[in-house]
């Protein structure tokens, strides 16, 4: 063969190629321009056939169907369709908060409700004209009761003092020998008298153990409701933060880049999917160790109601005052004595005549209280539904992206889109948490900075386990943590409301001798409320992990 001949012949192969070449180049975009405009987007200026894709930005640059346009329009609708799947996500588990809270809150408050409304119906036979006069105690102290527990900052162990304090101040108005006139009675006779009687143990042992068991019960309580509602807000909060670009980019390149190669049919690898997720949430996932503290401590305190039962414990209120008002009424005569001895008389001395009046008083009749299987059944299903829906969500943080990833990735390891072409995904999948992501191949994070909304919420987080874990002992610390600004005005602080323990004030109706006060008081303190932010926050960060 010539020369020429050989030439020729390379030519033709030349052309031929060439030829086939240029066919590769021209596919159809056909399926991206439905699929582009099934998502409600206009086709004007979207290609035909394939264009070269330097222009590309977030996708790979060969051959696309994509232009600039496209590559950014679909760049912020991958962003605000996770967005939308995070939010999602959190609604759901804000609303089984919800409806366990719900559910609680009415349980709790019926209970209540029951108990006052049998106290009504029992103590004027139980009691006779003692109730008549003193109905309206019984009244406010429910009353007190419902606005502790609705979150009243008011001393619910001041509340059952004062209501001691004023039964026995009534009584000893009504005794004979004095007369029925207030203004007749000294305040020294009555605070003398008040502080014989707390020196006698007038009312027993009843006002001892009802507040043993109904400060706790409504401290317990309230902390769960208000633990309940905050989780809600946590999880409603940090479901709001914004996607980070690196993430953005990271999300496209997973979800439509795809579609823009003309592979729109292929699913993204599982660990592509996953590091890519990962990545994007390395902040949320780093709630998951508060996340977890604070579900074990609501487990704890819903387990905690199971027994003696929330229904016997409510029910005691009319039992333990029915035998303190009765121990009382028996001790009625030496009592007197001792006041006239320490105290003088207002107005005359005791004679026979009025001992015997004492004695011919109608007796006083103790209430009994038995739960039925009704109620105990209900509290059982209550305890159980909680502890299960609550279990249910203890791993959600490092479940969302697994959750996310389940619909968007491939079933196969081969046969799937690993950011690039059609093909296995190589890396290796990454830890949980923003530490655990300082080598991800898909997305940039920078370890060291980060998120301080999210930083606020796991300390939230920390707060509500610890006050949890406190109210289970029957104490009652109250933590507020609040954004401020630290000392170089960025805002970005963490500190708490006033102090560093934020302890609910009491409000006291007088200054009245206590009956029986326990150990237990409330955490008091203004001490703190003057320090800057970092001070408060460096020491309420001690103060909790010293509770723990």
């Known amino acids: 063969m010539d020369i020429k001949a050989t030439v020729l012949l390379l030519s033709l192969a030349v052309a031929v190629l060439s030829a086939d070449s240029v066919g590769s180049k021209a596919r159809s975009c056909a399926d991206v321009r439905q699929f582009y405009s099934g998502k409600g987007f206009t086709l004007h200026g979207v290609p035909q056939t394939e264009i070269s894709g330097e222009h590309l930005r977030v996708c790979p640059q060969g051959y696309t169907c994509c232009t600039s346009a496209m590559e950014e329009t679909l760049l912020g609708l991958s962003r605000r369709e996770l967005?939308?799947?995070?939010?999602?996500?959190?609604?759901?588990?804000?609303?089984?908060?919800?409806?366990?809270?719900?559910?609680?809150?009415?349980?709790?408050?019926?209970?209540?409700?029951?108990?006052?409304r049998w106290l009504e119906a029992e103590f004027p036979e139980a009691l006779g004209g003692l109730y008549e006069r003193n109905a309206g105690l019984f009244r406010e102290l429910y009353a007190d009761l419902r606005r502790f527990y609705r979150g009243s900052s008011l001393s619910l162990e001041e509340a059952l003092d004062d209501l001691w304090t004023r039964l026995l101040e009534r009584r000893i108005k009504a005794t004979p020998n004095i007369t029925m006139?207030?203004?007749?009675?000294?305040?020294?006779?009555?605070?003398?008298?008040?502080?014989?009687?707390?020196?006698?143990?007038?009312?027993?042992?009843?006002?001892?153990?009802?507040?043993?068991?109904?400060?706790?019960?409504?401290?317990?309580?309230?902390?769960?409701?208000?633990?309940?509602?905050?989780?809600?807000?946590?999880?409603?909060?940090?479901?709001?933060?914004?996607?980070?670009?690196?993430?953005?980019?990271?999300?496209?390149?997973?979800?439509?880049?795809?579609?823009?190669?003309?592979?729109?049919?292929?699913?993204?690898?599982?660990?592509?999917?996953?590091?890519?997720?990962?990545?994007?949430?390395?902040?949320?996932?780093?709630?998951?160790?508060?996340?977890e503290i604070l579900i074990d401590a609501l487990l704890q305190v819903a387990a905690s109601f199971g027994f003696p039962g929330l229904d016997a414990i409510l029910?005691?209120?009319?039992?333990?005052?029915?035998?303190?008002?009765?121990?009382?009424?028996?001790?009625?005569?030496?009592?007197?004595?001792?006041?006239?001895?320490?105290?003088?008389?207002?107005?005359?001395?005791?004679?026979?005549?009025?001992?015997?009046?004492?004695?011919?008083?109608?007796?006083?009749?103790?209430?009994?209280?038995?739960?039925?299987?009704?109620?105990?059944?209900?509290?059982?299903?209550?305890?159980?539904?909680?502890?299960?829906?609550?279990?249910?969500?203890?791993?959600?943080?490092?479940?969302?992206?697994?959750?996310?990833c389940k619909s968007k990735a491939s079933s196969s390891r081969d046969k799937c889109w690993n950011g690039m072409t059609k093909a296995r995904y190589q890396p290796d999948v990454m830890g949980d948490g923003l530490a655990s992501q300082i080598n991800n191949p898909e997305v940039d994070v920078d370890i060291t900075k980060p998120d301080m909304s999210i930083r606020q919420q796991i300390m939230?987080?920390?707060?509500?386990?610890?006050?949890?874990?406190?109210?289970?002992?029957?104490?009652?610390?109250?933590?507020?943590?609040?954004?401020?600004?630290?000392?170089?005005?960025?805002?970005?602080?963490?500190?708490?409301?006033?102090?560093?323990?934020?302890?609910r004030v009491s409000i006291s109706k007088g200054e009245r001798p206590k009956y029986y006060p326990t150990e237990n008081k409330r955490v008091r303190g203004t001490a703190n409320q003057g320090l800057p932010c970092h001070i408060l926050l460096l020491l309420s960060l001690t103060s909790v992990l010293l509770r723990r």
């Open 315 to 404: 029910f005691s209120i009319p039992v333990r005052i029915s035998e303190a008002l009765l121990s009382l009424q028996e001790n009625m005569a030496t009592f007197r004595s001792k006041v006239w001895q320490a105290c003088g008389s207002p107005t005359e001395e005791p004679t026979e005549s009025s001992g015997t009046e004492e004695r011919k008083r109608r007796s006083i009749t103790v209430l009994h209280y038995r739960s039925s299987s009704t109620v105990s059944v209900q509290l059982e299903v209550q305890v159980s539904d909680v502890s299960s829906k609550l279990k249910e969500m203890q791993q959600f943080w490092l479940q969302l992206p697994v959750a996310l």
């Open 181 to 291: 006139a207030t203004t007749s009675v000294s305040d020294d006779f009555l605070e003398c008298g008040v502080k014989q009687g707390e020196l006698m143990k007038l009312f027993g042992e009843a006002p001892r153990d009802l507040k043993a068991q109904l400060v706790r019960t409504f401290i317990t309580a309230r902390a769960f409701t208000q633990a309940l509602t905050s989780a809600g807000e946590v999880v409603r909060k940090v479901s709001q933060v914004p996607l980070s670009s690196e993430c953005n980019r990271a999300l496209m390149k997973l979800v439509y880049c795809g579609q823009c190669r003309g592979l729109g049919d292929l699913k993204p690898c599982t660990d592509y999917c996953s590091n890519v997720i990962k990545g994007c949430l390395a902040n949320q996932a780093d709630l998951q160790p508060e996340w």
């Open 83 to 116: 967005e939308g799947l995070i939010r999602e996500a959190g609604r759901s588990i804000q609303a089984t908060l919800n409806a366990q809270y719900r559910s609680f809150d009415t349980y709790f408050l019926e209970l209540l409700d029951g108990s006052e």
């Open 460 to 503: 939230q987080l920390k707060i509500t386990s610890s006050r949890l874990l406190t109210a289970l002992s029957g104490q009652d610390v109250d933590f507020h943590v609040y954004v401020c600004d630290d000392i170089s005005g960025s805002g970005s602080g963490l500190c708490l409301e006033q102090s560093c323990i934020h302890s």
